[in-house]
């Protein structure tokens, strides 16, 4: 069974804190992504990582960075953390060989007071 | 850039009502479009996707229709039921692409 694990689901920051969200996958795929889900703005993109250590800006990175060192982890960072930050953060990697499906961990919770 | 439009934020329906989600995209290449459905503390996953302009797919008793001409992927359903109840989203990727665009998302509330 194809399976993203993200840790932790829930998190609660004071501004200026650091941040790491962490996302895993055991499904070998190369290409994994970040988006943050904010109501009525719907999934927007922050990162793609095309494989280890290839990485590439989405529509929304400022604030944000990535690391993937194993194909199997992506994490996200946000180095002093902003209060319009708070979100809900989805990773999910992509089944090449199942037409660009993409497969959606259950989402980490971020609170930055 | 590629741009997925719902418009409709919230429809709310009774069991057995009919089901039409309305999504238009944009988009300079050949897409491949998707509908994703997200239940409550869960993330999106994959509701159906069509490769193949004027090919429908179907899932779950849900069908959507991939119109070249009016750029449209409304997604429908004949009957619905109480376990229907969440978030849809239209999405797209392009040929060969990597970036999946994602609408706003519908959410359907079916009551009982």
């Known amino acids: 069974d194809m399976k993203v694990t993200q840790m932790p689901r829930y998190l609660i920051k004071r501004m200026g804190e650091n941040v790491l969200l962490e996302c895993g996958q055991d499904?070998?795929?190369?290409?994994m992504y970040w988006y943050r889900q904010d109501p009525g703005l719907g999934l927007q993109l922050i990162y793609i990582?095309?494989?280890?250590?290839?990485?590439s800006e989405g529509d929304i990175p400022k604030g944000y960075r990535v690391s993937r060192k194993k194909r199997e982890h992506f994490s996200l960072i946000l180095d002093s953390a902003k209060t319009n930050q708070t979100s809900v953060y989805f990773c999910?990697?992509?089944?090449?060989?199942?037409?660009?499906?993409?497969?959606f961990g259950s989402g980490t919770r971020l609170t930055v007071l | 850039g590629d741009s997925v439009t719902q418009k409709q934020g919230q429809v709310t329906l009774s069991e057995d009502d009919f089901l039409f989600i309305n999504c238009t995209y944009s988009t300079t290449t050949y897409p491949t479009l998707f509908w994703y459905v997200q239940y409550p503390g869960q993330g999106p996953q994959l509701l159906l996707k069509v490769t193949t302009a004027n090919n429908k797919g179907i899932s779950r008793g849900f069908e959507a229709t991939y119109d070249k001409g009016t750029t449209s992927f409304h997604l429908q359903k004949a009957s619905v039921q109480e376990s229907d109840s969440a978030v849809y989203f239209c999405?797209?990727?392009?040929?060969?692409?990597?970036?999946?665009?994602f609408g706003t998302g519908t959410s359907l509330l079916v009551d009982p």
């Open positions: 999910a990697s992509r089944d090449r060989g199942h037409a660009e499906t993409l497969y």
């Open positions: 499904m070998s795929h190369e290409t």
């Open positions: 990582s095309y494989d280890v250590d290839s990485n």
């Open positions: 999405a797209l990727v392009g040929y060969m692409g990597y970036k999946l665009t």
